[in-house]
């Protein structure tokens, strides 16, 4: 199988070399927008570099993988899409909701699949979760705690089109909070604040992010997120129930460590980074996506999925802006 990388950036860099080490792959085929950037990357995995995403698709690829910054998304989704390749895109698949929603209504009217990466769904952490609230082992779910807490920001240039802090991190657990609970956020009240770098006040975004939810079925869910997490990578999700809890990402690696004299947990070691948190779940996220370019199973993350969680970001962003509670039914879907 033939695939076509576009973006060698933190992320597409991290998913050439995961694709290079599958099996499946006969060849990868890179391209960035800077030139160098694509060289680099593939002098280091030895693979051809191609000048511009159009050669890519030009050259015959089997599947068309999207890593680049979030304002190529949607563009190359759609070149992709017209193209009539099976396209795995980076979240989110666009920086507005105008945009979300237009790709949703085309992505829906073709035939050609597209699998957008939120890789948590790969996670055996957030999978055991899944089953837990399935099969009311934990009786029924009153309280979820779901929090993003990374190291140490990305660079300055990054969080002008990030999207914000909603849309950027915390649209991980909006999705994940849909795959593992089955139900539908009703409405959100967040806020946020800034104690790191001027950058993101700059940019009218926030370094720290929290949200109260509130699920269809009346479940409360308290969300965060931040770029400051000095203790290391945290990425969990503790669920509560009548008659048990369950947690995800609660192991020796826990980004944190206990006030209680004589409690050796966690013993380490940390983790630093999301490369280092969840490399199984990029590696079975894209060794899904080669059944999906095989045809033999539907996209496990559609362009619907990620519309849904770009919804709730959305709701999270106007409360914060607005200082009051946002029903979800205030934000426009299809
Ligand atoms: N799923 C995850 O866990 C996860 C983690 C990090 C980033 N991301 C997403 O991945 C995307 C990239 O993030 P990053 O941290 O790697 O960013 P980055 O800034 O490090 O890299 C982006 C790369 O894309 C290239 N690029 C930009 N526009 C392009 C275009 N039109 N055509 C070709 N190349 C182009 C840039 O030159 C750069 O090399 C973002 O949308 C981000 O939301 C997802």
């Not at 009240?189 to 109260?212: C, I, M, P, R, S």
Request: aromatic share 6%; hydrophobic share 45%.
């Amino acid at each position: 199988m033939r695939i076509g990388l576009a973006g060698v950036g933190r992320i597409g860099a991290f998913h050439a070399r995961t694709l290079q080490a599958l099996d499946f792959v006969d060849e990868l085929i890179v391209t960035d927008a800077d030139p160098a950037a694509a060289k680099a990357v593939a002098a280091e995995l030895d693979v051809p570099a191609v000048p511009d995403v159009a050669s890519l698709l030009a050259s015959g690829v089997d599947g068309f993988v999207i890593a680049t910054a979030t304002p190529g998304h949607a563009p190359l989704l759609r070149l992709g899409v017209a193209a009539g390749i099976p396209t795995f895109c980076e979240k989110p698949v666009a920086g507005t909701l105008a945009e979300t929603i237009a790709l949703a209504k085309l992505v829906a009217s073709e035939d050609v699949p597209v699998h957008v990466g939120f890789q948590r769904r790969f996670d055996a952490g957030y999978q055991r979760a899944r089953e837990a609230v399935a099969s009311g082992e934990l009786g029924f779910v009153h309280t979820i705690r779901a929090n993003t807490h990374d190291q140490a920001p990305p660079h300055a240039s990054y969080i002008p089109t990030s999207g914000g802090i909603f849309r950027d991190c915390n649209v991980h657990d909006f999705d994940i909070l849909r795959f593992v609970t089955g139900r539908e956020v009703a409405s959100v009240y967040a806020t946020g604040g800034n104690k790191g770098a001027a950058f993101f006040a700059e940019a009218g975004d926030v370094d720290t992010g929290g949200a109260l939810l509130t699920l269809d079925d009346g479940t409360i869910v308290l969300v965060s997120s931040t770029r400051y997490n000095g203790g290391g990578h945290d990425v969990r999700m503790e669920i509560h129930g009548e008659r048990g809890a369950i947690a995800v990402g609660l192991d020796h690696s826990l980004a944190m460590r206990s006030a209680e004299e004589g409690v050796d947990f966690p013993r380490g070691p940390r983790k630093w980074s999301f490369m280092e948190r969840f490399l199984p779940a990029y590696q079975a996220e894209l060794t899904a996506f080669a059944d999906v370019v095989r045809g033999v199973r539907p996209s496990p993350c559609t362009v619907q999925d990620a519309l849904e969680a770009f919804r709730v970001a959305e709701a999270c962003e106007r409360s914060r802006a607005e200082g009051r509670p946002v029903a979800l039914s205030e934000i426009e879907g299809i």
